[in-house]
T-cell receptor
Framework: EAGVTQFPSHSVIEKGQTVTLRCDPI?????LYWYRRVMGKEIKFLLH????????ESGMPNNRFLAERTGGTYSTLKVQPAELEDSGVYFC?????????????FGQGTRLTVV | AQRVTQPEKLLSVFKGAPVELKCNYS??????LFWYVQYSRQRLQLLLR??SRESIKGFTADLNKGETSFHLKKPFAQEEDSAMYYC?????????????FGTGTRLTVIP
């Protein structure tokens, strides 16, 4: 069974550059979530898609972050321009029902390093 | 405000020794508590949740509402238990669609 897939697994970019992270959810999962773990801190919720619509984006840190899910399939998270404090691991998860705690499957994460 | 505290960033134990990963929480109401685990080069995955009161891979966790704790325990650690462990909660304040995590504890089991 294919799980949640994230690309790339690692990314190193310079401050001020743009980076786009991609998440392919499990086929058929309408709910897609983005989380991130900044170095030394807790994993924090960023946003939740239901199909192509943003159900909850209360965790997005600022307007340098843009998440999209065109067509309700894969999702992208763009950071533009990247800052040093954006370094961390970005997790994606998906679920059939809107219940991330018990029903979601997580990806391996994308480790982003901004230098 | 809700808060999950995992006081130990790193924890090392010898194989066969008991292990306890601490988790304390702050929440106004009755949250659901979870433990997630991420093994090396694998996905973050749910290990167990308090409402199930189950043992997974020999691990158990009891919710202590008086001490607001949800410590993860295993009587005899195995090398394959080495991983990153995250305590998390959700509830009406956070929403079932929003998990609130701690900072994680990296467990290393020494052969």
């Amino acid at each position: 069974e294919a799980g949640v897939t994230q690309f790339p697994s690692h990314s190193v970019i310079e401050k001020g550059q743009t980076v786009t992270l991609r998440c392919d959810p499990i086929s058929g999962h309408d709910n897609l979530y983005w989380y991130r773990r900044v170095m030394g801190k807790e994993i924090k919720f960023l946003l939740h898609f239901v199909k192509e619509s943003k159900q909850d984006e209360s965790g997005m840190p600022n307007n340098r972050f843009l998440a999209e899910r065109t067509g309700g399939t894969y999702s992208t998270l763009k950071v533009q321009p990247a800052e040093l404090e954006d370094s961390g691991v970005y997790f994606c998860a998906s679920s059939q029902v809107p219940r991330v705690n018990t029903e979601a499957f997580f990806g391996q994460g994308t480790r982003l390093t901004v230098v | 405000a809700q808060r999950v505290t995992q006081p130990e960033k790193l924890l090392s134990v010898f194989k066969g020794a008991p292990v306890e990963l601490k988790c304390n929480y702050s929440y106004s109401g009755s949250p659901e508590l979870f433990w997630y685990v991420q093994y090396s080069r694998q996905r973050l995955q749910l290990l167990l949740r308090h409402i199930s009161r189950e043992s997974i891979k020999g691990f158990t966790a009891d919710l202590n509402k008086g001490e607001t704790s949800f410590h993860l325990k295993k009587p005899f650690a195995q090398e394959e238990d080495s991983a990153m462990y995250y305590c998390a909660l959700s509830g009406p304040l956070t929403g079932a669609n929003n998990l609130f995590f701690g900072t994680g504890t990296r467990l290393t089991v020494i052969p």
